[in-house]
């Protein structure tokens, strides 16, 4: 089975991703290392990496991915662009060193009109150069399979495999498997079929063991509509079928798994998408739960319906949620990539 998580918020602190994580449920949790949307970010403290490392100790959260900022553009053709986008990378590798994060997921780029195969000679040119620099770095930089949106490259496996087949240190890179992107982009993985195929064909040209992690997110669009548009698991045009090949794939057992859905501020949504994915499992997780939680500061959950996850045993024990929740759009920090 996949170990499940989401992408979590760093507001106060790094640290902080952890602990929320662990209160929804999660196994495994993915963050941004700084504010995605600003090319500058405060250094981090050394207590601050301290807090994080303890607590990734305290509750059992080994695997942590990073996800790259969405400004960070390592094919483009503007030369400016392209050197603050190197630059900015190798910041972020340098800042998973420091919390001991062993994955940078990163989306490829987009070419903006110059082509893939220029884009394709870019990219590796850039990653040539970012692992050559800090020496020892060990970070794995797992890439990430697009929508197909706009220009961007990475939306057909046949990219990912000539990406890495031109490294030098082909070890140093993996894939990040998103769903809602793979079906945006044209695989069609709705029926165990088409699951069997797409899988078939990603061993064929990319090598299925580059796999390192997953994206676990429905998609709002239909199949090969090449718009980025993530939905909760089960109600988009993915269904249910493919997450449960998934979550029952021996070929991917253990490795780490995230949602990027959209959510309110009390969470309640992944809540119920993580125990959408571990029914899938046949994990007998669901229980009723109290009438009225305080999940975070300030936002009331509501029972009935809700979860008890698989954090049951851990420290900060299970965390029995049912949510109202309403979409706030500004009070969260959002994840769409
Ligand atoms: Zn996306
Ligand atoms: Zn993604």
């Given amino acids: 089975m996949l170990k499940l998580g989401a992408h979590m918020s760093i507001a106060g602190g790094v640290d902080k991703a952890i602990l929320l994580g662990k209160k929804l449920g999660c196994e495994v949790v993915q963050i941004f290392t700084k504010n995605s949307n600003q090319w ?9 990496i301290a807090a994080f490392r303890a607590n990734r100790v305290a509750f059992g959260m080994p695997v942590i991915a990073a996800h790259g900022s969405y400004l960070i553009n390592l094919c483009s053709a ?24 062993p994955y940078l997921i990163a989306h490829p780029g987009a070419h903006g009109g110059a082509g893939e195969k220029e884009a394709i000679a870019r990219l590796t040119a850039a990653l040539e150069a970012v692992f050559e620099r800090p020496a020892g770095c060990s970070v794995m930089v797992l890439l990430e399979i697009t929508a197909g949106q706009g220009s961007s490259v990475g939306h057909r496996f046949e990219h990912l495999a000539e990406i890495i087949g031109r490294i030098r240190e082909p070890r140093r890179l993996g894939v990040c498997f998103d769903t809602c992107h793979a079906h945006a982009s044209g695989y069609d993985m709705r029926t165990e079929d088409g699951y069997s195929r797409t899988f078939e064909e990603f061993d064929r040209t990319v090598g299925i063991e580059r796999i390192k992690a997953f994206h676990l997110n429905d998609c709002k669009k239909e199949v090969g509509c090449r718009i980025d548009r ?5 109600r988009g045009f993915l269904g249910l079928e493919p997450f449960r090949l998934l979550m ?3 070929r ?7 949602l990027e859905t959209p ?27 109290p009438r009225k939680l305080r999940l975070l500061p300030g936002s009331r959950v509501k029972a009935g319906s809700l979860a008890r996850t698989a954090s049951a045993s851990a420290p900060l024990g299970a965390f029995r949620a049912a949510a109202t929740s309403r979409k706030d759009p500004g009070a969260l ?5």
């Fill in 40 to 48: 500058s970010a405060r250094p981090l403290g050394e207590e601050e």
């Fill in 333 to 337: 920090e959002r994840k769409r990539g």
């Fill in 252 to 258: 991917f057992d253990g490795l780490p798994a995230f």
């Fill in 248 to 250: 029952n794939d021996p």
């Fill in 78 to 101: 503007d030369s400016v662009l392209y050197r603050r986008s190197l630059e900015a990378f190798r910041h972020e590798l340098e800042r998973c060193e420091m919390l001991g994060i």
């Fill in 263 to 289: 959510k309110g501020p009390d969470y309640a949504e992944d809540i119920r998408n993580l125990r959408a994915l571990r029914r899938l499992a046949g994990d007998p997780v669901t229980k009723r739960v």
């Fill in 230 to 234: 993530h939905w909760h698991i089960g």
